[in-house]
């Protein structure tokens, strides 16, 4: 679509005449069971949904001694400690282990001394990522353990989704975060992230449910270089994607932060947006699905004549009882056309919006929120004309949009029908 009115660098744009897309695609748990996945599969898709988008796990440090013991203690090779085992004769750097449930084989196998060995139902890999050389040359490596037993939730999704005709972003392994400043990714062992995402890769396959690959490790729309070690994992793991699976599509889902007391400008957002599409590679399709911020108050979907009313009940709780054009820079209009403009010139990089589902939670009053399944002590419901304001702010912008998150969408609201029953009529 064509936007056919113009948008300022700043402040509040008028409305655009381009028809709003609906939410096609949520981001959603896996559940424990198959039959539960298939459920909550088939209530989106009479929601609308198309797209379901699940989150990864974390490749995490841990110690050696915690190697061979936990869930880890039942992995031996020859009676010895399948950590003993794979460290055996070298230096180790890092002991990681993987908090999901794939299943990896010695298909995935890329040095001689990788195991994987069974004990009663559960299968372990445990993998020697050489650091300083090859598999054959390295004399220190990191040591990367997984488990798998019963269900793998994830792939159960994927499974059920094509099944369903819908199409499934699987969240990817992700980095621990930073012991100093935890909202940054930990990126001292990037390399072995890299390595890992690919085996990942590979251990998923091709099902037929499978779209792409979801990076769950977010961050700010902000091209500042605090923010270079999340660029660097983006940029190392979008290349493992690209070079292992034949589905070579990846989606992030940075946050616009509009308020002006973070400083993320649109300009800024912009810069960050072109930034993100540089860390393409060789993928055939990355999409970036920025975060509106109204589910949290970070953000104002309440452009052109309303940029000067009060910020709504919602909002205040964040931002205080002030206007939109106090709070907050520009409205979503500015920040996603702003994204726009940061793609130009590129090729196979797709802007999604990811319309937030909740709002910022009043406990009690008139204006009352909290989620009848109790989901979240700082997020409760939305309305629908949230949702419409949020939805028209980026129309003509967008090529799809999906939503943050599913179990929103079930909170029955103060007594009246929960959000996935009227969202496929919005806006």
């Not at 088939?42 to 050696?64: R, S």
């Not at 061979?68 to 002991?95: E, H, I, L, P, Q």
Request: proline residues 4%; neutral net charge; charged residues 15%.
């Amino acid at each position: 679509m064509t936007l056919i009115t113009s948008v300022l660098t700043t402040g509040a744009p008028t409305k655009a005449h381009a028809a709003p897309l609906g939410v096609t695609g949520f981001f959603a748990a896996a559940q424990s069971t198959a039959a539960a996945n298939r459920d909550q599969l088939q209530q989106m898709k009479d929601a609308g949904a198309d797209t379901v988008v699940t989150f990864g796990y974390t490749l995490t440090q841990i110690t050696a001694a915690e190697a061979r013991a936990g869930r880890f203690a039942d992995c031996t090779v020859n009676g010895a400690a399948c950590y003993d085992t794979v460290s055996d004769g070298v230096t180790v750097r890092k002991v990681l282990a993987y908090n999901g449930n794939t299943k990896f084989t010695s298909a995935q196998r890329l040095c001689a001394r990788d195991v994987f060995p069974t004990a009663g139902s559960t299968s372990y890999a445990v993998l020697g990522v050489p650091v300083d050389g090859t598999c054959t040359t390295a004399t220190t490596f990191d040591i990367v353990l997984t488990a798998h037993s019963g269900l793998d939730v994830a792939a159960s999704v994927t499974t059920e989704a094509g099944a369903l005709g819908m199409q499934h972003y699987i969240g990817m392994p992700a980095p621990d975060k930073r012991t100093d400043q935890a909202w940054l990714p930990d990126i001292s062992y990037i390399d072995t992230l890299k390595d890992f995402t690919g085996r990942f890769a590979l251990a998923t396959g091709n099902p037929t449910g499978l779209a792409g690959f979801y990076q769950h490790r977010e961050m700010p729309m902000s091209d500042g270089p605090d923010w270079d070690g999340m660029y660097q994992v983006y940029t190392l793991q979008n290349a493992s994607i690209a070079a292992k699976s034949a589905r070579k599509t990846v989606m992030i889902s940075p946050y616009v932060d509009a308020r002006k007391s973070m400083n993320q400008t649109p300009a800024k957002a912009r810069a960050a947006t072109a930034k993100m599409a540089a860390t393409k590679g060789s993928l055939s399709t990355l999409i970036i699905a920025p975060q509106d911020g109204m589910g949290t108050g970070k953000g104002s979907a309440y452009g052109g004549e309303e940029w000067n009313w009060r910020v709504d009940p919602f909002q205040r709780t964040v931002v205080g009882d002030v206007t939109n054009a106090e709070a907050y820079f520009a409205s979503s209009a500015t920040y996603y056309q702003n994204m726009v403009d940061g793609l130009a010139g590129t090729s196979g990089v797709a802007l999604w919006g990811n319309i937030e589902g909740m709002a910022p939670i009043i406990a009690s009053g008139e204006n009352a929120n909290p989620c009848s399944t109790g989901h979240s002590a700082d997020r409760g419901f939305t309305w629908d004309s949230r949702m419409t304001a949020q939805l028209n702010e980026v129309a003509g912008k967008t090529v799809k949009n999906v939503s943050y998150h599913w179990d929103y969408y079930m909170c029955t609201r103060n007594g009246g029908p929960a959000l996935k029953d009227t969202i496929a009529s919005l806006p």
